[in-house]
Each structure stands twice: as structure tokens, then as C-alpha cells.
């Protein structure tokens, strides 16, 4: 089983960043953890801090992959773009958040993917990937 994490702006900087709110593991060495934990998958990771190549990552693997993990970070609360680029593809997308998005700023309660993905998981820290990857086992 082919899966993609893409991640979104700012989240290079996990185990620098807000610590408080994302802890202080960097994505990279998390990362490992997951591939080793889930050795028969084929796991990819992409991360950028420029929303047209979140667009094309979607779009290159949205065909064949099966399954897309997204934490389009802050763009999830303004893109219409990626969005679109969810609802244009055929792989399916689950959108995760490492914080409870809900229990923060109003402006992180609205997102412009939760309507076009099959599912939404928040709050559990990095573990949050672990669950969508659990989601495409059933
Ligand atoms: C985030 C939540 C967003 O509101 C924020 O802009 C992020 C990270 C999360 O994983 O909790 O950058 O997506």
C-alpha cells in the first residue's frame, strides 16, 4: 500500500516551533519511527511551505497512490486551492492536525478541506498520523 504525508507550511519547523502546542520532535526523526513501525507500507513524505506545490503533490500522487495524508497546516484555513485540488483527485485524503484546532483560535475552527476528504483527525499530537494511517488498514 502506496501513502503520501504531505505537510504544510511552517512544519519544518516541528521540534523548534511552539513547542507547547507541537512538541519537541522534529518531523524527520518522527518520520522514522513511522517507517520502521509500519514496515509493509510504502510510506512517502513531502513538505512545503509553498501552497502550488502542495497543489501538484496532490495532483502527481492523487491518481495512483492510495492514500494521501494532509496537514495543509495554516492553508487549511484559507485555500480554496487545495481544496479543489482534494476534490479533484481520485486517491482518498485524510486531513490531520497535530493540535486540537477546535480548542484554539476562532480563525482555526474553519477548514477548506474537512468537506472534501473522507475523514478528519485532531489533537493527538504526532500520533495523529498513526491513526490516519490505522484508517486506511481497515
Ligand atoms: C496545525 C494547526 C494549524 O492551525 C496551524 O496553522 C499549523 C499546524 C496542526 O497540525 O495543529 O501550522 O495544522
Known amino acids: 500500500m502506496k501513502l503520501q ?5 511552517n512544519l519544518n519547523l516541528l521540534g523548534t516551533r511552539e513547542k507547547n502546542i507541537y512538541g519537541d520532535q522534529k518531523f524527520d526523526s518522527y518520520f522514522v519511527d513511522l517507517k ?19 497543489i501538484d503533490k496532490i495532483q502527481e500522487t492523487g491518481f495512483d497512490y492510495d492514500g494521501i495524508i494532509i496537514n495543509a497546516a495554516a492553508y487549511t484555513h484559507t485555500s480554496v486551492g487545495i481544496g479543489d485540488a482534494i476534490r479533484s483527485v481520485t486517491t482518498p485524503v485524510v486531513e490531520v492536525h497535530i493540535s486540537n484546532t477546535y480548542s484554539r483560535e476562532e480563525f482555526r475552527h474553519k477548514s477548506f478541506l474537512s468537506a472534501h476528504v473522507r475523514g478528519v483527525i485532531l489533537g493527538f499530537g504526532f500520533k495523529s498520523y498513526d491513526l490516519a494511517i490505522e484508517s486506511f488498514l481497515d
Do not use: V
Not at 520502521?36 to 502542495?54: H, P, R, T, V
Open 36 to 54: 520502521a513501525k509500519y514496515k509493509d507500507l510504502e510510506l512517502s513524505f513531502f513538505q512545503s511551505n509553498i501552497e502550488g506545490e502542495i
Open 5 to 9: 504525508i504531505i505537510n504544510g507550511p
